[in-house]
């Protein structure tokens, strides 16, 4: 089992990644139930089946488990489904020295940790990621869900008082998904760890290899740089923006594409190649555009996908990003591995570049 610290200025807390881990659940997290009246385990129809009874069976002799599954995916994480999540929890009769575990992926970790910060004016959650993609969304207490007019536009932050990481139950989890995760696992590579990035460069060329053995000690680095970051900066006001290395555009192509055909990692894959092209554009750095290409197509990313929208429509997006400031576009890039800055870039300039792969011309 790997193990480490998230140290930040409301909380330290453990994760733990390894196999066989829900089984384990009790002993470990018996520090955090000690002293907890009950426990709500929020889940989605996907995950719960497989695994909320293991959960339950491990957790029961310690405090009484209550189960609310919810549909699976984004859709689920609404006002309407954070209601429902609501009721479960009153009807369950959680109090203030309740706990609710998230298990599932990131939808479920940003609803049933939003709702963990707001009952009873905020209790006690666990994290228990089943997605590849949760490695970033389980670390770092950002919690939230979306209105109809964007995605994440409620939320607060809350951080865990553990994570617990059982990479057995990634094995039900469809391809897409592992290559959507990957992605952040690349992206925490390129921002802040290049000992990480060259060996997934050298281990991992297919979406096969990103189930190898070798993925516990890759998750514990990866979440290692999300950690360190967020220790940091817990609220965004500095390095975190690093975090969204590629997500300019790719929020702005996920947007563009109605949440459907592109999972996040896909998008924000394309996103990171992008990044490097317009960095060395604008002459911050030499990327070795061919080569990168080569990588992430090999992975089975979408890496010209910007391709398919309307340049100015993707920088319309772009510019109503609720991280965008009064319009201005700002970019993470990068001039070389573990180099990231922020950039404020002209309009022109990315839509040349768009235009350019729309033209088939990069
Ligand atoms: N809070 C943060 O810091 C942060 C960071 C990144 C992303 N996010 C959020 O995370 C969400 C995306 O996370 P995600 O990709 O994990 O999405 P998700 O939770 O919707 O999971 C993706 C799909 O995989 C299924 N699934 C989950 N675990 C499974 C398993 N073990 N076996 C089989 N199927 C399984 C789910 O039911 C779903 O259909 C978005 O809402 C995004 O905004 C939050
Ligand atoms: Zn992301």
Redesign the pocket.
Known sequence: MEKLIVDTSSREYPVYIGEGLLHQSADLLAPVLEGKTKALVIS????AP??AETVRTALEPLLPVHLHTLP???QS?SLEEYEQVMTACIHAGLDRHSVILAL???????LA?FAAATYMRGISFVQV??????Q?????G???I?HPLG??LIGAFHQPEAVLYDTD??????DK?WR??FA?MIKHAFIKDSNLLSRLRTEVQSTEDMKKESLKQFLRQSMTVKADIVKEDERETGVRAFLNYGHTLGHAMEKASGYNNL???EAVAAGMIFAMKLSNYLQYSNWDIAYETAWFTALGYPVEAASAFEPAALVETMKNDKKARAGELTFVLASAPERPFLAKVKERDILHLLLEMKKGGS
């Open positions: 989605d129809s996907n995950t497989l695994y699976a995916g984004e994480k599932g992926g990131g939808m479920i970790g940003d940790g990621p089943t997605t590849l993609l949760a970033d969304s389980s670390v770092g950002k919690t939230g979306n995605k994440n139950t990634l094995s039900s989890l469809p998904e959507s995760g952040e999972t996040h990692g």
